[in-house]
């Protein structure tokens, strides 16, 4: 064995000090100068001036691996092209490899270190993306390789492409563990270091999912002026949540579970993070490592459990309401909110149920204050959450008669962002709140009819444009439909068939409904005169009084439509049939539409109580997905403040 090394090592100095006998040769050899042409002496010093692209002789030496046979072609090469040693080995390939990145890709070992050797500036020199040959030979997984060009130079390790990456990072995401040990072993602080993506390869080793290469790096310390660093890119924890690998995460906590206190840029922990993003086997793992995390703020103020109830996230809310913490009360933002708090003001209807379920949460939960005077039910009324605002409304516990900072009930908060006509959304939260039997401040009411003069006027003249368009096309269709049946101009036909047309039933369901049609608007035209007079009040009731009218006109224009099509097509049955279903259908809509608008969900009389529950139920139905788009619309808008705040 040791005869065999011994040989191993005498081929090794003897290919090097042969081939490196033949490189010295040639560095000293002088270029012959010839005679050329003027326009191709200048085509070659433009050339000269940019880098030439490679040789591809030389590529195909490098590819084929022989170090003798490489040689042999750069001195043909020199030869051939009359360029020097150095213009040789200063070519790249179109995607800017040198020969050094080449031979590093391929993993030819003894070219390489031929090529650094003697010329020690192509370890600096980079490609494209700026990679150089050290990030190539990481790729490509060439130990040997890399081994070679560390001992070279110093300072490549720290060297980094056009995406921030270090050859470590490029080791690691390649999966490397040959080339990560090398590279630890020439400098291991580079473990902590981040790229344009704010990601270490420390946090890169726990996104790859490997646990030898998060144990060697995780034998790297932290920098000693930052034990803890405030880094989410170099938090392996955080890593690990993210990809939600539990084998990982229990790994790296069993190695090192100081690092449950990492914080990230928005100082929250690990436990944050799992909250965040709702991983429930995270928190799980997490709390049984340590309970204390629980009550650890991030900057904002929050914790873990108020970014789940924000975040809608349900069974995180469960898990960490599970443990034996104190009365819920103690779960306080920056802002004195507790989980209900934030829970209503973020729109979450599914945590907002789950809580009200929950034996932990008393009525002085439910009644809390923060510190702007706001109970949960304000927030939901602010942020016009039907859904939310429904579910606590009618929690018997609830105190309607509560008053904020600035005295202002639940009603008001919604009475002073409203406008008018309002919208589905406040009308169905004023709806909810005074069935609830929330009070209304009587100063608020005052200011609020001097805010919506000017509102109630547009809603008049809209609602009198609809009314007189019914009102006209009944007028016409009352003169149209027989002269469209019979010929008219024979005087006796017509009183013959006129009187077969009367005693028509569809013709008197056509006459009927049309005339209530045509009167309807009319009448709703009229009153909304009313409203030009400048009393807000008349002008409020003439409107409510003229919408109702108006709907009444739809619907039996809706019959009257429906009855003139079945006259007109009475020849034919399966087309009366057809016309019959469609209208039955589309006339069910319109009166169930027509009794959710008129419908009294304001009193509070027990039957009509009931039934006003039923349908706030249905209208909440409508708008369901309301709550979710306005919650989505406030993270973005919390968003774009958290991103101005970073100057991103």
Not at 576 to 597: C, E
């Amino acid at each position: 064995m040791d005869n065999l090394q011994t040989s191993v090592e005498a081929n090794d100095q003897e290919w090097k000090q042969r081939c490196n006998k033949r490189m010295e040769k040639l560095k000293i050899t002088r270029i012959p100068i010839r005679d050329v042409p003027l326009q191709k002496g200048l085509e070659q010093e433009k050339l000269h001036d940019e880098k030439h692209i490679m040789n591809f002789e030389l590529y195909e030496a490098v590819e084929n691996g022989n170090v003798d046979m490489f040689v042999d072609v750069v001195e043909q090469v020199f030869t051939n092209t009359e360029l020097t040693l150095f213009a040789i080995f200063d070519q790249v390939t179109p995607s800017g490899d040198s020969l050094l990145h080449v031979a590093a890709d391929l993993g030819r070992e003894q070219i390489a270190e031929l090529i650094a050797y003697h010329f020690p500036g192509l370890l600096f020199g980079t490609n494209i993306k700026r990679d150089t040959a050290l990030h190539a030979a990481a790729r490509f997984k060439n130990s040997n390789v890399i081994k070679i060009i560390l001992s070279q130079v110093e300072g490549l390790t720290k060297l980094t492409n056009a995406n921030g990456d270090t050859p470590l990072h490029v080791a690691v995401c390649s999966r490397h563990l040959g080339g990560i040990t090398e590279l630890l072993l020439a400098d291991s602080h580079v473990v902590h270091y981040l790229n344009n993506s704010g990601k270490s390869p420390l946090y890169l080793a726990a996104i790859t999912g490997d646990v030898d290469i998060l144990d060697l790096l995780l034998q790297t310390p932290f920098p000693s002026n930052k034990p803890l660093p405030q880094c989410h890119g170099n938090s392996p924890l955080h890593a690990a949540i993210f990809e939600r690998n539990s084998a990982i995460l229990n790994e790296i906590l069993k190695r090192k579970p100081e690092l449950i206190y990492l914080r990230d840029e928005d100082g929250g922990t690990s436990l944050h993070y799992a909250a965040y993003i709702g991983y429930v086997e995270g928190v799980r793992i997490l709390l049984n490592i340590s309970t204390l995390t629980a009550l650890e703020r991030n900057r904002k103020g929050d914790l873990p459990i108020h970014l789940a109830c924000k975040r809608g996230h349900v069974q995180v809310v469960e898990e960490l309401l599970q443990k034996e913490w104190p009365n819920p009360r103690v779960f306080l933002n920056h802002l004195g909110q507790n989980i209900l708090h934030v829970a209503a003001k973020s729109g979450k209807i599914n945590v907002i149920r789950y809580l009200l379920r929950n034996k932990k949460i008393d009525w002085f939960t439910l009644n809390e204050k923060d510190n702007n005077g706001d109970t949960p039910l304000h927030l939901a009324s602010r942020n016009l959450f039907v859904g939310v605002l429904n579910e606590i409304a009618r929690d018997k516990r609830i105190d309607v008669n509560l008053l904020n900072n600035e005295g202002l009930s639940a009603h008001d908060v919604v009475l002073m962002h409203s406008k008018f006509p309002s919208t589905i959304r406040e009308y169905l939260a004023l709806a909810i709140l005074s069935s609830a039997g929330v009070p209304r401040n009587k100063k608020t009411t005052s200011t609020l009819t001097r805010q919506k003069n000017d509102g109630i006027k547009d809603g008049i003249s809209t609602l009198m444009l609809v009314a007189i368009l019914i009102a006209t096309v009944t007028f016409v269709a009352g003169f149209t439909l027989p002269s469209s049946i019979y010929n008219l101009n024979n005087s006796d036909q017509h009183k013959s068939c006129m009187t077969g047309l009367v005693n028509k039933p569809m013709f008197q369901v056509f006459t009927i409904c049309n005339t209530i049609s045509m009167f309807s608007s009319t009448t709703g035209s009229f009153i909304l005169l009313w409203g030009q007079l400048g009393d807000f009040n008349l002008a409020g009731s003439a409107f409510i009084f003229a919408l109702q009218m108006v709907g009444v006109a739809l619907m039996t224009m809706s019959v009257a439509f429906m009855a003139a099509l079945r006259l007109v097509a009475s020849n034919f049955s399966w087309l009366t049939n057809i016309v019959t279903i469609i209208g039955s259908l589309f006339l069910l809509l319109i009166v169930l539409l027509y009794i959710l608008l008129i419908f009294p969900l304001k009193f509070r009389h027990p039957l009509i109580l009931c039934l006003a529950s039923l349908c706030i139920e249905i209208l909440i139905l409508f708008d369901g997905s309301s709550d979710k788009v306005m919650a989505k619309f406030q993270q973005n808008k919390n968003s774009q403040q958290v991103d101005k705040l970073k100057d991103q």
